[in-house]
């Protein structure tokens, strides 16, 4: 061990300079008050065909997705939508509607002196429910351009969000709960001695201000220090409104579904790449679904259904394998997605006993996913997400 902290104290010398996780803030272009035209935007869209590929399973992505918040500025609320570069950004649009209704749209230029950072588009949140209240899935179309061995590349996706809980979103006006009954045990901030919404991982150390750290890694004694990845718990889980009929991960999803799979990462400004605990295994699915569950259950109040998705990952499981991700560097995003199939129709037996057959429930069923991030901007926002603090103290 005492080799492993000499090792490590050596490395983060190195990094003179500590990573930042910068969030740009983007004029939304669309929406009510948009000034976009429309015409401009359908040539944005018309122009690229949409890729088929799913953002996370890739090999060459474009921008990413962080998922919805509400934040607050000026004295108003707002709808948030966060995103974050890729390799070699040159220029990204993001656009976001609901069937013919546009909620936010926006882009942005990478400068040369950025490395990789986070960008974010505002809409005021009173325009949203007007909007949410229309016919329409929501889907976020994302157009990138990429320096590549010096060509420029053009990348595009689509993805569908899940509608209900962007409405739990919006209608959530707690200060105390967080959205969608979420619960975050693990990682949290368990050493509030150094103050709340810090969640620290110390390379070296078990300080009083260490949440986690490489004593409590699996593998902490290792000589092989270099091929140590961060290793971290996950537990947690989310309720949502209606019956999720499954959990969809990586190898659960075909080109039409145009989703986000369901995974659990980290992602740090000297990488390009978030690293995903599941996107690291041969068999995404084999590896997560072991450690998620899916439940259900009846509100004592309203009488409607719920399923409740959890996951309790140990340590054990549950490092980053990629010696990459030991870096001095603050402000990490603990990114969460989930990918969902649900039925307004309940479970197929609900279904039937209603005089449904089993063809017309299947047809009922749509593919949606949901995205949280925990990041810096994201401590002001109704979710609270701490981002993850990697450090040699």
Not at 64 to 69: I, P, T, V, Y
Not at 180 to 197: F, M, R, V
Not at 349 to 359: H, R, S
Request: hydrophobic content about 35%.
């Amino acid at each position: 061990m005492k080799y492993i902290q000499g090792a490590l104290l050596a490395l983060s010398l190195c990094f003179s300079a500590f990573g930042q996780s910068r969030v740009i803030q983007v004029d939304n272009l669309c929406g009510p008050n948009g000034v976009m035209q429309p015409e401009l935007k359908q040539f944005r869209h018309e122009s690229m065909s949409i890729d088929a590929a799913q953002p996370q399973s890739s090999e060459k992505t474009g921008i990413r997705f962080l998922g919805f918040d509400i934040t607050e500025s000026g004295g108003e609320k707002n709808l948030t939508a966060r995103f974050a570069g890729g390799d070699g950004l040159i220029y990204a649009y993001a656009d976001i509607y609901s069937g013919d209704h546009d909620l936010i749209c926006g882009d942005v230029y990478r400068s040369a002196r950025e490395s990789n950072f986070a960008w974010a588009i505002n809409m005021p949140l009173s325009e949203v429910p007007a909007i949410l209240n229309q016919e329409g899935e929501i889907l976020i179309w994302l157009l990138s351009f990429h320096d590549v061995n010096g060509g420029e590349e053009a990348r595009t996706s689509e993805i569908k969000y899940d509608k209900q809980a962007l409405i739990e979103l919006v209608n959530h006006h707690s200060d105390t709960a967080l959205p969608y009954k979420l619960t975050i045990a693990h990682p949290s901030d368990l050493e509030t001695q150094h103050g709340l919404n810090d969640i620290v991982y110390c390379l070296n150390s078990r300080f009083y201000n260490c949440d986690y750290s490489i004593y409590e890694h699996p593998r902490g004694d290792d000589a092989r220090w270099n091929t140590i990845g961060i290793a971290l718990p996950f537990k947690g889980q989310l309720t949502l409104d209606g019956h999720v009929s499954s959990i969809l991960y990586k190898e659960d999803i075909t080109p039409g579904m145009k989703v986000m799979a369901t995974d659990i990462g980290l992602w740090h400004s000297r990488v390009s790449e978030p690293f995903q605990l599941g996107a690291l295994h041969p068999n995404s699915k084999a590896f997560l679904s072991q450690f998620m569950t899916l439940s259900h259950s009846v509100d004592a109040v309203t009488g409607k259904t719920q399923s409740i998705i959890a996951w309790d990952i140990p340590v054990a499981h549950g490092e980053f394998l990629s010696n990459g991700t030991f870096v001095r560097d603050y402000n990490t995003y603990l990114l969460y997605n989930f990918a969902v199939q649900r039925n307004p129709l309940g479970s197929l037996q609900d279904a039937l006993n209603n005089g449904f057959t089993e063809a017309q429930y299947h047809t009922q069923t749509k593919t949606s996913s949901i995205a949280m991030t925990g990041i810096y901007d994201s401590l002001d926002g109704a979710l609270k997400l701490t981002p993850l603090t990697v450090t040699y103290p």
